[in-house]
């Protein structure tokens, strides 16, 4: 700034401010930047609502809340002339890990889906009759075909008659290659969980689809799992009782969370240099251990033998096992020790800044309740999203045929005339019927309306994410560049911020986010490519998956990393997106030692009180709701599954930390960018 504000003396006179006791952020000469971006990002949102009417227009979505088959047909329904499933409430996946992805929105779960008459009740695998077959127990694999092998409506299990059928109908998607224990849910055969370890004895584990299942099941966390009607019951019991206490034990976490923030301004340095004397302690005392158990073991005369031995304690009774750990942990403490001796001074900056955004965060009450705008918004958008993918998914007209009265199989009818679907079971003069085939659409015209509506959801999250961080951190900065603390920071900081925000930088905010957005889809299509190629038979195309996969990952964590420090600079500066991104990035890279000490001296602090919290509530909670401790003038409960609200509280007492402790770390990571500059 070439001109000073102009302000008032001590004597009463006009002065002009030195640039750095103004207050960057409230100044009134900004201007809207990246404009054209604006405008894109409105031409999309009107797309995105065209698309949303289309979906409207072609979508029935009863087929998607009714359970349907790959065909089409409803199950449990029964159609005059077209199919009879009356008899086949259910539907059946055959491999339900294809449907955990983001593919299935583009082009629909690629596994077959059939009806049947009652959800699986056991675990099995088509190999098993394999054993059955060599070993010459024909009446017991004629017995698990008919009672265990699900197939479907094409194939006739009365003839089969060997294993090698039994393995070209699996090849071929025309039987489930495993069915597992499984639970009636909306309508849908869903896995049971539970027991399935005394299962896995029962099924061989050179199928590898099934390996895959166990897999996908266990890095959801078994959110996939479903549970017999009664137990539902006792669980949704055990929660209408103790909702009451489980939102108390959520809002004592939020309160616990604000107690948090302000114990680090107290004591933010001294649990740093405690944890790193602890740390230097920890190295000193483990490796002086180690030298002293060498030294011992090597004046009683052991002897040192690295063959292969049974007995893996045998390694702990010669000296240079224990030299080969004293080595190793000296190096660690010689390093450790250089490293906090060289960062020391950095680390009072850390914690300085750690110091100021509690004292800003108390002054700014506001700050912590604002996610609570961003989270509904980004609700919001999922909703719109899914209201849109769902139409889209279900859209498509009934295909009908006549069948000729020589007709002898599928194809043929597949491929006769069309008829009208309102004519079905009519029979004609030529002897020819009108029968129900499948659905049919363009399936190219659904793909790229979904990956449309796709890349609305990643742009519209992004940008909510991009305008909350945005508000955040023009709030935090305009609390650190307040000469006068009570007299400059305005009254209402966090909605003057998100003021500036929409009235300013829309066009940098979409700017931002599309970038992050396009990465984001381009990932999405490298896995619908991956499936769609089989690539996962090819080892080379696999490789260069993999390769690419992890150059997009790593492309996405440092363009979020970038775009949120831009939006950073753009809140105080009121520049456009790359201007403040580049601002930003040689602002950290001239501090990039300040810069990794601060983040990971936060990231410990946070972690921290994240643990803390997290584990004091859900240990409040086990004791209460389990009954161990039981309080006068406190409702006791005796529960079906205690341990139910007990998960709830631990799952929902870390997400009420990260939701208060992210606005703590945008405020850092804003107050740091504000002095370094």
Request: glycine residues 6%; hydrophobic residues 50%; positive net charge.
């Amino acid at each position: 700034m070439t001109a000073g504000k102009v302000g008032v003396s001590d004597e009463g006179k006009p002065v002009i401010l030195p640039p750095i006791l103004q207050n960057y952020v409230t100044k009134s000469d900004r201007k809207c930047t990246d404009v054209c971006c604006c405008f894109l990002f409105l031409v999309f949102l009107v797309g995105w609502g065209v698309i949303a009417v289309l979906a409207f227009l072609w979508g029935k979505p009863e087929r998607l809340i009714h359970p349907t088959d790959s065909r089409g047909r409803i199950c449990g329904f029964n159609r005059p002339g077209a199919y009879d499933l009356s008899s086949k409430p259910y539907l059946l996946f055959f491999d339900l890990t294809k449907c955990v992805s983001f593919v299935t929105v583009l082009t629909g779960c690629p596994t077959p889906q059939i009806c049947v008459s009652k959800c699986p009740t056991e675990y099995f695998s088509y190999l098993q009759l394999q054993q059955l077959y060599f070993t010459q127990q024909y009446a017991e694999f004629r017995r698990e075909v008919d009672n265990n092998l699900i197939c479907s409506d094409a194939v006739d299990k009365s003839r089969i008659t060997d294993f090698t059928t039994v393995h070209n109908y699996v090849m071929a998607e025309e039987c489930a290659p495993y069915t597992l224990k499984s639970a009636a849910v909306l309508g849908r055969c869903i896995p049971l969980v539970e027991d399935a370890s005394n299962a896995l004895g029962n099924l061989n584990s050179a199928n590898g689809s099934f390996d895959q299942f166990l897999n996908t099941v266990s890095s959801l966390g078994a959110s996939g799992q479903a549970m017999p009607p009664n137990k539902q019951q006792k669980i949704a019991s055990d929660l209408s009782v103790t909702w009451g206490q489980i939102l108390v034990l959520l809002l004592a976490s939020a309160v616990a969370s604000l107690i948090w923030t302000f114990i680090m301004r107290l004591l933010g340095g001294f649990m740093i240099w405690l944890s790193i004397l602890l740390l230097l302690g920890l190295l000193a005392g483990g490796s002086g251990y180690c030298w002293y158990h060498w030294k011992l073991l090597k004046d009683a005369g052991a002897v040192d033998d690295f063959s292969f031995q049974p007995v893996f304690s045998v390694y702990f009774e010669m000296p240079t096992t224990w030299m080969i750990f004293a080595i190793i942990l000296s190096i660690l403490l010689i390093i450790m020790f250089v490293i906090f001796l060289f960062v020391r001074s950095r680390i009072k900056i850390a914690v300085a800044m750690i110091e100021e955004t509690s004292r800003a965060m108390g002054n700014m009450l506001s700050t912590l309740f604002f996610p609570i705008i961003p989270f509904a918004l980004h609700l919001l958008v999922f909703m719109l999203w899914g209201y849109i993918a769902i139409w889209l998914a279900s859209s498509g007209d009934e295909n009908c045929r006549l069948r000729p009265s020589n007709a002898w199989n599928d194809t043929q009818i597949a491929n006769g005339t069309k008829c009208d679907c309102s004519t079905l079971g009519v029979t004609y003069t030529d002897g020819s019927k009108c029968v129900y085939v499948d659905l049919e659409r363009d399936n190219s015209r659904i793909l790229y309306l979904q990956l449309y509506n796709l890349l609305g959801l990643f742009w519209l999250t992004c940008f909510v994410s991009a305008l909350s961080d945005m508000t955040l951190a023009g709030a935090f900065a305009s609390h650190y560049w307040a000469f006068d603390k009570k007299k400059d920071v305005p009254s209402f900081p966090v909605l003057q911020a998100l003021g500036r925000s929409v009235k300013y930088h829309l066009g940098s905010l979409a700017f931002g986010s599309l970038i992050l957005a396009i990465v984001k889809l381009i990932r999405v299509i490298l896995d619908f490519l991956y499936k769609k190629l089989h690539a996962a038979q090819n080892p080379i195309l696999r490789g260069i998956y993999i390769a690419l996969k992890c150059l997009f990952w790593c492309l996405e964590s440092f363009l979020r990393f970038l775009t949120t420090n831009a939006y950073i600079m753009i809140a105080i500066y009121g520049k456009g997106f790359c201007a403040s991104a580049r601002d930003s990035f040689t602002l950290l890279a001239r501090n990039i030692v300040r810069t990794v000490v601060l983040g990971r001296v936060t990231g410990f602090l946070l972690f921290v009180g994240k643990a803390l919290i997290t584990l004091g509530m859900g240990t409040i909670a086990f004791f209460y709701f389990s009954g161990r401790w039981v309080i006068d003038g406190l409702p006791h409960f005796d529960l079906y599954y205690y341990f139910v609200p007990v998960i709830i509280v631990l799952i929902g007492s870390y997400y009420v930390c990260d939701l208060f402790f992210e606005v703590f770390d945008m405020g850092v990571d804003t107050i740091f960018l504000c002095f370094c500059k």
